[in-house]
């Protein structure tokens, strides 16, 4: 159980363009959904918290207009990087906490891997 | 502003060999305490300590959290090279609506032959 799918797994594009990342909890229900970013041999940033019906909260220093996170339902949030350039460029990764089931570990999708050229 | 510090930042053992993987913490509304294991994508969960003295198992990893002191460990016996991984730490905060997960920046332990 509690399994998270995110999609894709890597992403190679020009810079300019805007990138969707999906995150779906496929067995349970996430009112709460939280997005990262990991550079190469570092520990996991939390950039913002996802809520289903709100808006997300975003940590200080990530920038809201450049990462739009969607969180339309209680299995899927999305995160967009808009206008990406090559300092976009890091590993994804999304977690989701089951609903309603208080002291949940967070449980994190497989990552995707973004490229800017 | 919080903190969660590991130690060692690398570790190289034989098979067979015990380790123990160190996390302290300086945080503020602490809630709990998370062992992930982390090999090329994306953490996976090993364990939640949320109080002090009581050792969760699994198999051959264990972990223990000291409240008072501030620290949790892991220990890791017979290891095998299929425990080669990043371990990550992390303290669950509470932040009102939702508790957020602060991470340290890992051990990363390989197992040779």
């Known amino acids: 159980g509690a399994v998270v799918s995110q999609h894709p797994s890597w992403v190679i594009c020009k810079s300019g363009t805007s990138v969707k990342i999906e995150c779906r909890s496929l067995d349970f229900q996430a009112t709460t959904m939280f997005w990262y970013r990991q550079f190469p041999k570092q520990s996991l940033m939390l950039m913002a918290t996802?809520?289903?019906?709100?808006?997300?909260?975003?940590e200080q220093g990530v920038e809201k207009d450049k990462f739009l996170i969607n969180h339309a339902s209680l299995t899927l949030s999305t995160l967009t990087v808009t206008s990406a350039h090559p300092e976009d460029s890091s590993f994804y990764i999304c977690s989701a906490r089951v609903w309603q089931i208080s002291n949940q570990p967070q449980h994190f999708g497989d990552g995707t891997r973004l490229s800017i050229l | 502003e919080d903190k969660v510090v590991q130690s060692p930042l690398s570790l190289v053992v034989h098979e067979g060999d015990t380790v123990t993987l160190n996390c302290s913490y300086e945080v503020t509304n602490f809630r709990s305490l998370l062992w992930y294991k982390q090999e090329k994508k994306a953490p996976t969960f090993l364990f939640m300590l949320t109080s002090s003295g009581i050792e969760k198992k699994s198999g051959r990893l264990s972990s223990i959290l000291d409240k008072k002191e501030l620290f949790s460990i892991l220990n890791i016996t017979a290891t095998q090279t299929g425990d080669s991984a990043i371990y990550l730490c992390a303290v669950g905060l509470y932040t009102g609506t939702a508790s957020k997960l602060t991470f340290g920046t890992g051990t990363r332990l390989q197992v040779t032959l």
């Open positions: 996802s809520n289903e019906g709100s808006k997300a909260t975003y």
